[in-house]
């Protein structure tokens, strides 16, 4: 059965700092690995979307990497801004294509 | 492009009592998804439908919850009768293929049962 687990699970970093995601899986086995965003009382935004066959996806200041070998990504976020506040979810793809989420990390960046 | 459409984004019931929520997918999208997110949780997969087939309802509490996709568009959701831990945001998001490169979540329908 497919676990996802982040660390950490809540973050507090000043504004400007460069911070790290981590997302682990325990079934390497996977289609493609989703980094998404939530804000409070909102729905999901995606944000980065690794297929398999990929390493690594970038979007602005934003970097999401892969190893499925090891069952792990990270979700890179440089310069971080107080609009960046949020929680962050990894998520990955199994059978039919739906989703199998971590818990998220609640981030909150101090200006 | 709209986006997912949801109602209601609140509702409050009684334990015991039912519920509906109601979803309306991006235009053309054939697959539909429903996901519960309970407080401090991920998101979990409910039930997953492509055009107005199930495709995967396997985590579904089928002996209180039902859900339909008439005519492969719109899907509303029922719980009938909840239970305290029903209690949870419910997320309907859809996507064009089932690759999930196009995964679009709708803001969910937060349901308090007391």
């Known amino acids: 059965k497919q676990e996802v687990t982040q660390i950490p699970a809540a973050l507090s970093v000043p504004e400007g700092e460069n911070l790290v995601l981590n997302c682990s899986f325990t079934?390497?086995?996977?289609?493609?690995l989703q980094w998404f965003r939530q804000d409070p009382g909102k729905g999901l935004t995606s944000l980065l979307l690794?297929?398999?066959?990929?390493r690594e996806q970038t979007s602005g200041r934003l970097n999401a990497s892969l190893d499925k070998s090891s069952g792990r990504s990270t979700l890179y976020i440089a310069a971080s801004q107080p609009g960046d506040s949020a929680t962050y979810l990894c998520?990955?793809?199994?059978?039919?294509?739906?989703?199998?989420f971590g818990t998220g990390t609640r981030l909150k960046v101090l200006a | 492009e709209a986006g997912v459409a949801q109602s209601p984004r609140y509702k409050i019931i009684e334990k015991r009592q039912s519920v509906a929520f109601w979803c309306n997918p991006i235009?053309?999208?054939?697959?539909l998804y429903w996901y519960q997110q309970i407080l401090g949780q991920g998101p979990k997969l409910l039930i997953q439908?492509?055009?107005?087939?199930?495709?995967?309802d396997s985590q579904l509490p089928k002996d209180r919850f039902s859900a339909e996709r008439l005519k492969g568009v719109d899907s509303t959701l029922k719980i009938q009768p909840a239970k305290l831990e029903d209690s949870a945001v419910y997320l309907c998001?859809?996507?064009?293929?089932?690759?999930?490169?196009?995964?679009?979540f709708g803001s969910g329908t937060r349901l308090t049962v007391v």
């Open positions: 998520a990955v793809t199994a059978g039919t294509y739906k989703y199998i």
């Open positions: 439908f492509q055009n107005n087939g199930v495709v995967d």
């Open positions: 079934d390497s086995a996977i289609y493609n």
């Open positions: 998001a859809s996507s064009l293929q089932q690759t999930g490169a196009d995964y679009t």
């Open positions: 235009s053309g999208h054939a697959t």
């Open positions: 690794i297929q398999s066959s990929q």
